[in-house]
């Protein structure tokens, strides 16, 4: 399974981007996909999941503000990130769970200005 992730860059405050997750390889043996992120000198964080069957959850610092969904179509998901905050900044990766293991994209920076 190979993931790429896109979609990153510079925000203000209040503003929104969207990151794409796109899946390749193995796809049918992706079950949970996930959206993590990692600020400078901070463990990297789980924020939102997705299941396949459609179950999602979300961290309690990006709730209400960003939504995970996913296209099975496209074998993509993607982190719609509204109502931005600084301390959304970050460089932000996805990852699929496969009975295999688990992969990792590449990260994306995402940037919002005050």
């Known amino acids: 399974v190979q993931l790429q992730a896109s979609g990153g860059g510079l925000a203000q405050a209040g503003g929104s981007l969207r990151l794409s997750c796109a899946a390749s390889?193995?796809?049918?043996?992706?079950?949970?996909v996930g959206w993590y992120r990692q600020a400078p000198g901070k463990q990297r964080e789980l924020i939102a999941t997705t299941t396949n069957s459609g179950n999602t959850r979300y961290s309690d610092s990006v709730k209400g503000r960003f939504t995970i969904a996913r296209d099975n179509a496209k074998n993509t998901v993607y982190l719609q990130m509204d109502s931005l905050k600084p301390e959304d900044t970050a460089v932000y990766y996805c990852?699929?769970?496969?009975?295999?293991?688990?992969?990792w994209g590449q990260g994306t920076q995402v940037t919002v200005s005050s």
């Open positions: 990852n699929a769970l496969t009975l295999t293991g688990a992969y």
């Open positions: 390889g193995s796809v049918s043996s992706i079950g949970a």
